[in-house]
């Protein structure tokens, strides 16, 4: 008896028309591998800024600025909060290649993603750094 291959489901391929592959062999594994070592990277910086913010609350808003001009601590969670950008970029760049099927959308949603990165990129290195010359500031006052 001859196996029916109708039976089967649909079938898949990476080749499209004439032959060409879609997309690149790699490109799946690197996304992958970048998430992992971002989330490797980011648990124990996220760790440290929990602790960092928990020792400032409570005491008001000036102990929190103390807690938050010192140099260690400002780097600390700027670097988490650039590789959560970071993370997030790659997460929402997988779920639009996965799930918006045609290309110009896909296209305007990965320049949008770009764009709010970047944006709010710009928008916490400005905060850290008005925190840093308000602190100086406020060290010099005293």
């Not at 080749?15 to 648990?43: C, D, N, Y």
């Not at 700027?78 to 779920?95: P, S």
């Amino acid at each position: 008896m001859a196996k029916d291959n109708k039976s089967a489901g649909p079938r898949y391929s990476v080749f499209g028309p004439g032959g060409k592959l879609f997309g690149k062999s790699q490109e799946g594994a690197h996304h992958w591998w970048m998430q992992r070592v971002i989330t490797a990277i980011g648990l124990p910086l996220m760790i440290a800024s929990i602790l960092i913010i928990a020792c400032g609350t409570g005491r008001g808003p000036v102990r929190m600025l103390e807690v938050l001009s010192r140099p260690w601590a400002t780097i600390i969670i700027g670097a988490t909060a650039f590789l959560m950008i970071a993370h997030m970029r790659h997460a929402v760049h997988q779920i639009l290649e996965d799930y918006v099927p045609t290309k110009k959308p896909r296209y305007i949603a990965f320049m949008m993603n770009e764009a709010f990165c970047v944006v709010v990129a710009l928008m916490i290195a400005y905060a850290m750094f008005k925190l840093s010359v308000l602190s100086a500031f406020i060290g010099f006052m005293k």
